[in-house]
Nanobody, 115 residues
Framework: QVQLVESGGGLVQAGGSLRLSCAASGSVTRFNVMSWYRQAPGKQRELVAALSRSGTQTYADSVKGRFTISRDNAKNTVYLQMNSLKPEDTALYFC?????????WGQGTQVTVST
């Protein structure tokens, strides 16, 4: 059973930074891909950033240059460093792990960016 627990969300002013954490039960290196998604009210869930087992990073165009995905294998944790936050980044952020055709999701952490 894979468990993912997100943390680090909160309220921040535009231009500020937050770092989200996704703690996994067990080693994060066993997953094919770990990623962050977000869902704003009334919108579809969208991919924000992904990190493959080999270390390849993928970002949505809207966050390139501002967000960075990384992992700490020793802590079984994946991070999303978010800088230069904008009000349009406001959403519920989810961690996802992919393992041999199965996908696992955390419960989400809310990020709210004020003007």
């Amino acid at each position: 059973q894979v468990q993912l627990v997100e943390s680090g969300g909160g309220l921040v002013q535009a231009g500020g930074s937050l770092r989200l954490s996704c703690a996994a039960s067990g080693s994060v290196t066993r997953f094919n891909v770990m990623s962050w998604y977000r869902q704003a009210p009334g919108k579809q869930r969208e991919l924000v950033a992904a990190l493959s087992r080999s270390g390849t990073q993928t970002y949505a165009d809207s966050v390139k240059g501002r967000f960075t995905i990384s992992r700490d294998n020793a802590k079984n944790t994946v991070y999303l460093q978010m800088n230069s936050l904008k009000p349009e980044d406001t959403a519920l952020y989810f961690c996802r792990a992919d393992l041999f055709g199965y996908e696992y999701w955390g419960q989400g952490t809310q990020v709210t960016v004020s003007t």
